[in-house]
């Protein structure tokens, strides 16, 4: 049976994507290294490598002599080739970010807004001010616009419920599709936080990522060899409503003992409050500070949301089996500490525990994680929309 021409051409996208994503991760880079990294042919190498020269993506960065013979000429992303625009929307706030293919921010806006505003405000004022960076990229380096929402996000790019924002059946994508030449994204905020990592972050080799939000709500997001999972509607990795304890607390979803009703920052936050038997909110700042000079009540807050947090981690490690777990969010503020529980929980729990070990770090970014990452999402595109 011929193999239909389409094929070729995605055939040649995901090697100019691979190579281009290598040369990302290791310039400078010989065409050699290259192969030997993405276990392409040199001559499939030596064609990517040219039509990404074509397109202004590639630069020489110098040579290098390795052994006898000529001198190989080491390549590097040319930083000026693309431009990408990436924004976050958060509860009372949102981000925009304009920054080139090394993740170098070019501009960037944060704007407040009052929690009760209606979405479409929200969009309007969001929509202008991404217009106005827009409008100072030039059109041939312009590659793309993302936003990053928490919530369930439709394939159409309808945000189906965010319940922090309180926005239900919310057309995002239309918004900025009238304004902006495409791709426009709509993104997942934790999903926006796995792509960031792996295309800027602490996750660059990995073949199976997941990424954890941990704040007043628990978000997942999940990569496989570079693409999103995200389930058939979109709801793919709702890992906080997954039932650890159905006799424990209500979750704001209805049910009892979800994931993020027993190990988010809320719930680190009413131990607090009992343990210290208060009534008022204790600052999330607060009780680092407090951990960090070893105060039992902190520390004993920490522990308790630990238990479940280990738990809930080893579950999904052992539904994923991921090689990289990266733990971001509010609660990565408690550093190693964290991390290094959650690690060796997992490493000792996880059913392929004996064979290998899963590697679990904090976040690379102390800000603006998911607008870097709703931005980046036309990465992999770029390649295909510039042909
Ligand atoms: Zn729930």
């Known amino acids: 049976m011929p193999i239909p021409v389409a094929h070729?051409?995605?055939?040649?996208?995901?090697?100019?994507?691979?190579?281009?994503?290598?040369?990302?991760?290791?310039?400078?880079?010989?065409r050699r290294q290259i192969a030997e990294i993405t276990g392409l042919t040199k001559s499939t190498v030596t064609v990517a490598v040219q039509r990404l020269f074509a397109k202004n993506i590639l630069m020489e960065r110098?040579?290098?002599?390795?052994?006898?013979?000529?001198?190989?000429?080491?390549?590097?992303?040319?930083p000026n080739a693309g431009f990408l625009l990436g924004a976050a929307v958060d509860v009372a706030n949102y981000q925009v970010l304009l920054f080139d293919l090394q993740a170098r921010i070019l501009d960037q806006k944060v704007m407040g807004f009052d929690p009760q505003t209606p979405a479409h405000d929200v969009?309007?004022?969001?929509?202008?001010?991404?217009?106005?960076?827009?409008?100072?990229?030039?059109?041939?380096?312009?590659?793309?616009?993302?936003?990053?929402i928490p919530g369930i996000i439709s394939p159409t790019g309808v945000v189906i419920n965010a319940p922090n924002?309180?926005?239900?059946?919310?057309?995002?994508?239309?918004?900025?599709?009238?304004?902006?030449?495409?791709?426009?994204?709509?993104?997942?905020?934790?999903?926006?936080?796995?792509?960031?990592?792996?295309?800027?972050?602490?996750?660059?080799?990995?073949?199976?990522?997941?990424?954890?939000?941990?704040?007043?709500?628990?978000g997942g997001g999940a990569l496989i060899a570079g693409k999103l999972f995200e389930g058939?509607?979109?709801?793919?990795?709702?890992?906080?409503?997954?039932?650890?304890?159905?006799?424990?607390?209500?979750?704001?979803c209805g049910r009892r003992g979800c994931f993020e009703a027993v190990a988010s920052l809320r719930a680190l936050t009413e131990r607090a409050m009992r343990i210290r038997d208060i009534w008022h909110w204790i600052d999330l700042d607060a009780i680092v500070d407090a951990f960090n000079h070893e105060e039992d009540w902190a520390r004993q807050a920490?522990?308790?949301?630990?238990?479940?947090?280990?738990?809930?981690?080893?579950?999904?490690?052992?539904?994923?089996?991921?090689?990289t777990i990266i733990l971001g969010g509010p609660l990565s503020q408690f550093g190693p500490y964290l991390s290094d529980r959650i690690g060796s929980r997992v490493n000792r729990?996880?059913?392929?525990?004996e064979h290998r070990a899963i590697s679990v770090r904090l976040t690379s970014f102390n800000g603006f994680t998911s607008a870097f990452g709703a931005g980046a999402m036309a990465l992999n595109t770029a390649v295909k929309v510039r042909l």
Not at 182 to 207: K, L, W
Not at 237 to 250: A, F, K, L, R, W
Not at 349 to 353: G, I, N, Y
Request: with cysteine; hydrophobic share 45%; aromatic share 8%.
């Open 302 to 323: 920490l522990d308790e949301t630990l238990r479940y947090l280990e738990q809930g981690v080893t579950n999904l490690a052992n539904i994923f089996d991921p090689d």
């Open 62 to 78: 110098g040579t290098v002599t390795a052994g006898p013979g000529r001198p190989e000429i080491l390549l590097g992303l040319n």
């Open 123 to 148: 969009l309007d004022a969001l929509v202008q001010d991404v217009v106005l960076m827009y409008q100072h990229i030039p059109r041939d380096q312009y590659w793309g616009f993302g936003v990053s």
């Open 165 to 218: 924002l309180k926005w239900r059946h919310v057309p995002v994508r239309d918004y900025f599709l009238n304004r902006l030449e495409a791709p426009v994204f709509v993104v997942n905020d934790a999903a926006s936080g796995a792509v960031a990592e792996y295309y800027f972050g602490n996750a660059q080799h990995s073949d199976l990522l997941l990424y954890l939000s941990l704040g007043m709500g628990i």
């Open 349 to 353: 729990d996880m059913m392929s525990a």
């Open 232 to 252: 058939v509607s979109g709801a793919g990795t709702e890992v906080g409503h997954m039932v650890i304890d159905d006799n424990g607390p209500y979750c704001r």
């Open 8 to 30: 070729h051409s995605l055939m040649r996208e995901m090697n100019e994507i691979a190579v281009m994503t290598v040369v990302r991760q290791h310039a400078p880079i010989s």
